[in-house]
């Protein structure tokens, strides 16, 4: 095989490890062609004291590390303010300003065993990676190479040119900062709960059946919008919003995908009398138990849906 091939079969893996240093898909996949470039041109530096996967990491972190260092925080609706009501302003903010979803597909190598997948998917959830904003670039590369990728201090210190305790310090302060965020683990795969959860969700849903979809719902259970500033608490704010401001998505269609470790679906809301149903929002939903927690609906529906291979319409 040559040599292209041997480092284009890691690109998912890189993908991931850009997306959780940017919290952006489109500026994972620029520094995962950054990547493959500077590793095209020293190849033939690429000692072989290490795996050609980890000589990739080691580019990947020091390329997302110079972008970072021109850039602010990608954040979340519920980072930005308070709580808001349904008759709140409609506020967008620019579309670098938020986190963006990723497939699952292109962030999680398939080469990867169970155990190693299950930490992958964890790590490319919403939560996390906005929890991962939170710290300085060195200190989200520090926590991502040893919590993540399992890097030794050693390691991480000859990749980063520092000395170990330097990395150790980071480390101890990022795990401090991220212990005050809510990171508790979401189950994967979904249990059969879940999985009849998001069926009923489809259902009540599709149906707009307000009474059987508020039911789903976690009594502290968001509703996001991005590029929205707004977001919504409670089942009561979320239906009471879905009857009113919201009420255009009556009639809509779900088509499933999975994003950044999550269930999600393709949004379509129905178009002109008799016509196709358009793209309206990629919903990443996030649970916990049998309820779910977060509906974070991304509109931006002209960049997500070719991303997620997503039909630019559904037939009526």
Not at 25 to 46: C, N, P
Request: charged share 20%.
């Amino acid at each position: 095989m040559d040599t292209a091939y041997h480092l284009e079969e890691h690109r998912a893996a890189l993908t991931g490890h850009c997306y959780r240093m940017l919290g952006s898909a489109a500026e994972a996949d620029d520094a995962v062609q950054e990547t493959m470039v500077r590793a095209w041109r020293s190849l033939d530096r690429f000692e072989e004291r290490s795996s050609l996967r980890t000589w990739l990491y080691r580019i990947a972190t020091r390329v997302c590390l110079d972008s970072l260092e021109e850039r602010s925080r990608r954040a979340r609706p519920m980072e930005l303010g308070p709580v808001g009501s349904i008759d709140g302003p409609l506020d967008m903010l620019p579309g670098s300003r938020w986190l963006e979803p990723i497939p699952d597909v292109q962030a999680l190598p398939a080469d990867a065993d169970p155990s190693e997948l299950l930490m992958l998917r964890q790590s490319i959830r919403l939560a996390f990676v906005a929890a991962l904003q939170h710290l300085p670039p060195k200190q989200r590369a520090v926590l991502l190479l040893t919590e993540v990728l399992g890097w030794s201090a050693a390691e991480v210190a000859e990749s980063l040119d520092t000395s170990v305790a330097s990395v150790n310090s980071a480390l101890q302060r990022a795990r401090a900062t991220l212990a005050t965020r809510d990171l508790s683990p979401a189950r994967a795969p979904l249990s059969d709960a879940q999985s009849s959860l998001l069926d009923r969700y489809v259902s009540a849903f599709e149906r707009y059946d307000l009474d059987a979809f508020t039911q789903l719902l976690h009594q502290d259970a968001t509703l996001s919008m991005p590029p929205y500033a707004l977001w919504l608490q409670g089942p009561e704010s979320i239906r009471a919003w879905m009857l009113g401001p919201g009420s255009g998505c009556r009639g809509s269609r779900l088509v499933p995908t999975s994003a950044c470790g999550s269930p999600a679906f393709g949004h379509y809301r129905p178009g002109e009398p008799g016509g196709p149903h358009k793209p309206w929002a990629l919903i990443v939903l996030e649970l916990s138990g049998d309820r779910i927690t977060g509906i974070n609906s991304f509109l931006d529906t002209q960049a997500l849906f070719p991303r997620f291979g997503l039909p630019p319409e559904l037939a009526p």
